[in-house]
Nanobody, 115 residues
Framework: QVQLVDSGGGLVQPGGFLRFSCAVS???????LGWYRQAPGKQRELVAT???????NYADSVNGRFTISKDNVKATVYLQMNSLKPEDTAVYYC??????????WGKGTLVTVSS
């Protein structure tokens, strides 16, 4: 069982920035780490992923503004979010996928972008 502990949400003004972190209980069996988000009344959507080999993938809506990274020693994945927009308001979830294609989720952290 993989446990994810995510943190870093909050209220930020448009144009501001936030940084998420997600601690992974065990990273050795993980093939992909990522962040998803769910806005009110909408389905959960992919924000960014990073594979065990370091390959990154971003949603078009955040490409160029958000950066995903990981530290294998600390077993932590990060999401740096810059130039935040009101439409980025959502609950953000950390995600991990293991070699058996089983997904694990963090509890989620709320981001509100508002002036």
């Amino acid at each position: 069982q993989v446990q994810l502990v995510d943190s870093g949400g909050g209220l930020v003004q448009p144009g501001g920035f936030l940084r998420f972190s997600c601690a992974v209980s065990t990273i050795t069996c993980i093939t992909s780490l990522g962040w998803y988000r769910q806005a009110p009344g909408k389905q959960r959507e992919l924000v960014a992923t990073i594979t065990s080999g370091g390959r990154r993938n971003y949603a078009d809506s955040v490409n160029g503004r958000f950066t995903i990274s990981k530290d294998n020693v600390k077993a932590t994945v990060y999401l740096q979010m810059n130039s935040l927009k009101p439409e980025d308001t959502a609950v953000y979830y950390c995600n991990a996928v293991n070699r058996g294609y089983v997904e694990f989720w963090g509890k989620g952290t709320l981001v509100t972008v508002s002036s």
